[in-house]
């Protein structure tokens, strides 16, 4: 198994820019196909961005598309998420989470692995 930690949640303004990392340990990162969610006080968690083993398939909801970038490092063994151009809307705790195949890599019950979430908060 794997093990998630994500950090780099915190206050910005709208228009700001934020960077949340997600750190793995236990089994080889390389084995886990990795996403990123988010959810909204009251609201399901929903799908934000997708990345395969080696980073050559990748999806974004298309409420991010063109603000954030997804990346990942298979030799720190580390899940990053670069967002630009923040709204309010993008508000929520994210989540990064493994899975072990990419089917249905928008839907969270895909996953098997999850960090315990980190809080963005984006003001007007």
């Known amino acids: 198994q794997v093990q998630l930690v994500e950090s780099g949640g915190g206050l910005a303004q709208a228009g700001d820019s934020l960077r949340l990392s997600c750190a793995a340990s236990?089994?080889?990162?390389?084995?886990?196909?990795m996403g990123w969610f988010r959810q909204a006080p009251g609201k399901e968690r929903e799908f934000v961005s997708a990345?395969?083993?080696?980073?050559?398939?990748?999806s974004y909801a298309e409420s991010v598309k063109g603000r954030f970038t997804i990346s990942r490092d298979n030799a720190k063994n580390a899940l990053y998420l670069q967002m630009n151009s923040l709204k309010p809307e993008d508000t929520g705790i994210y989540y990064c989470?493994?899975?072990?195949?990419?089917?249905?890599?928008?839907?969270?019950?895909?996953?098997?692995?999850w960090g315990q979430g980190t809080q963005v908060t984006v003001s007007s």
């Open positions: 236990g089994r080889a990162f390389t084995n886990y196909y």
């Open positions: 989470a493994a899975a072990e195949s990419s089917r249905n890599a928008v839907v969270p019950s895909n996953y098997k692995y």
């Open positions: 990345i395969s083993w080696m980073g050559r398939t990748i």
